[in-house]
């Protein structure tokens, strides 16, 4: 049995604890969970939440030898897990979340404007957010997440409020006390005080604000211009530099953030607050509702307005959990079906469960493929010949689990499927290799690079690679990869679950991949596209056409069961403000 863990992250740890642990230290509560045994090793998923309960005596040190022990073997993988990518970029496998930041403006007994809401109508949306089970987090919490890819609680959402208005002090300020959640302020020095735009918050007021751990400050400018693009680069510096320095003057605070006034910026703004010493800027958007993880970059944190806290509630999600499998991929996540837009380009997509192929005798609709099967989902694979119209040979080698029996390539093929993804999977992992004619044309051959192989087989090109999108030189004389068509791919998103997908529309190879890459994708490659592409989900096609027959697919079994050892839960939890 693994040892119960409980610990004060980080203050309330030992000493030693703190020092030798603090890859671990999070703005959230953490919990390890036990998810498999695989050989020796047991694999664990990390979920977040949070809470703030009064922590006794007992629960503020490492307990014993054991803990520590396993907190040092667990500690170098999050460490390695939760590596941030280079600034501002947002970590790949936040992409797989879905956090509303809402923006709020004035709260006042009677409205003058569309956007002006009632302190009813604030609280009655306080009221919505309780009753459907949201968790409000701070900025420092969603940042934390973009930056590493840590997973947010189920349900997360972001409350802003804008402008420094009166109604946030005597309204918005003790009904975020009452429902115990936290609330961001954009605040512009100038106003501060007057009675410039209606009603202004005191500096006494925000000092008393500041003070509780619920509220955050961020920049909103110095004089709030109706657009920063417009500014000159010594004005930029005073509106960033200025305000962030009075702000922590009066407030005796950090200033981490900044909210563009009206939300307007470009990339001399973005730079001019990359400058100031801004950790991540928050903008709006009027043409489109996204969600942060949707954003550009840390830098363009994308806000949506109240109006729509509706429409949002719903979409609302933490992301999967964090998994610790050493060099596995995670074969234990339910398969879900998602649809989704991104840059304008339509996907569908299913990820979880456990992969495999399915090589048929001939050719047929990927429903069919799937019917004799325990699959979930199907996507079409790998190239295969046009030389008659019930042929199942493959371009290049393939050999899957369901035949047992391995198929060399045509020789004569081999050589213009050099370089291209071989993919490779056994009973706990999915790999992509660059395909060697002279070496991968073998069962023997495969498996030297992934021993237990189970299926294998060659796709047309990598379209996102470690988590980059590829450029349109990596297609080589790939031919039709810059035409815009239907596209079908299968990969491991950031999460290391299998994914296999479709495009919605037309696109091309290189947005295809940018696109994939937004959707949290970590690794995807291309497969048959054009007329055969295909996803069918619980045996239903996905598709708004017929798609041409095939005779390969990659499939999604159910989540491997079983596996999951009885032993305790690990909890690490951070301090009381």
Not at 23 to 51: E, K, W
Request: proline share 7%.
């Amino acid at each position: 049995m693994l040892p119960k863990l409980s610990l004060l992250n980080p203050t309330g740890m030992g000493l030693l604890a703190a020092k030798k642990f603090s890859p671990m230290l999070s703005n959230f509560d953490i919990s390890l969970t036990p998810l498999c045994r695989q050989g020796n090793s047991v694999g664990y998923q990390a979920s977040t939440s949070v809470s703030n309960p009064a922590l006794s005596a007992a629960n503020r040190a490492v307990r014993d030898a054991n803990v520590s022990g396993l907190l040092e073997e667990i500690a170098p993988a999050w460490k390695d897990t939760i590596a941030a990518p280079p600034f501002p970029q947002i970590h790949g496998r936040a992409r797989l979340a879905k956090a509303p930041v809402i923006m709020y403006h004035d709260i006042i007994a009677e409205k003058q404007v569309f956007f002006d809401v009632t302190p009813t109508e604030f609280e009655a949306a306080l009221q919505s957010i309780q009753k459907n089970g949201l968790t409000p987090i701070s900025l420092d919490q969603l940042v934390e997440h973009l930056k590493t890819g840590i997973p947010l609680p189920k349900k997360p959402i972001v409350l802003t409020f804008d402008d420094g208005y009166q109604g946030h002090y005597q309204f918005v300020y003790p009904l975020l006390k009452k429902y115990g959640y936290p609330g961001a302020f954009a605040i512009y020095p100038a106003k501060v005080g007057t009675t410039k735009g209606r009603s202004s918050l005191t500096w006494a007021q925000l000092r008393e604000m500041t003070a509780d751990p619920l509220v955050t400050i961020a920049s909103h400018s110095l004089t709030h211009p109706a657009d920063l693009r417009e500014s000159t680069d010594a004005q930029l510096q005073q509106e960033f530099v200025e305000s962030k320095r009075i702000l922590e003057k009066e407030l005796s605070q950090s200033i981490k953030y900044f909210v563009y006034p009206s939300g307007k910026n470009d990339e001399r703004v973005q730079q001019g607050i990359q400058q100031a010493g801004y950790e991540a800027a928050w903008t709006m958007n009027d043409e489109e509702t996204r969600f942060a993880q949707d954003s550009e970059n840390l830098l363009t944190i994308d806000r949506i307005g109240q109006s729509q806290l509706a429409e949002v509630i719903e979409k609302a999600d933490g992301g999967p959990s964090l998994s610790f499998l050493g060099n596995s991929s995670n074969f234990y996540a339910p398969v879900q079906l998602t649809h989704t837009k991104i840059s304008q380009v339509p996907l569908i997509f299913a990820s979880g469960g456990k992969p495999i192929t399915i090589h048929a005798d001939s050719r047929y609709q990927v429903p069919e493929i799937m019917a004799k099967t325990t699959a979930i989902a199907a996507v079409d694979g790998a190239f295969f010949s046009l030389k008659s119209l019930d042929s199942n040979q493959m371009i290049g080698p393939v050999f899957s689990q369901t035949t047992g029996t391995f198929i060399p390539g045509n020789r004569g093929e081999l050589p213009l499927l050099k370089g291209r993804p071989l993919v490779l999977i056994n009973a706990s992992t999915v790999r992509f290799v660059p395909f060697d004619p002279s070496r991968h044309n073998t069962q023997a051959g495969m498996e030297s690079d992934l021993p237990g192989l189970t299926d294998g087989f060659v796709a047309a090109a990598w379209l996102v690679k470690e988590g980059q999108p590829q450029d349109a030189q990596s297609f080589g004389k790939l031919y039709g990869f810059d035409a815009d068509r239907d596209r079908a791919f299968w990969g491991i998103d950031w999460a290391n679950r299998p994914v296999v997908g479709v495009s919605g529309d037309y696109v091309n190879s290189v947005k295809f991949g940018e696109v994939l890459s937004r959707a949290g994708l970590r690794d995807a490659v291309m497969l048959d596209s054009g007329a055969s592409a295909s996803l069918a989900y619980q045996g239903e096609s996905m598709m708004s056409y017929t798609p041409r027959p095939v005779p390969h697919v990659v499939a999604l079994l159910p989540p491997e069961s079983g596996a999951e050892v009885a032993c305790s839960v690990a909890s690490v939890s951070k301090p009381n403000p």
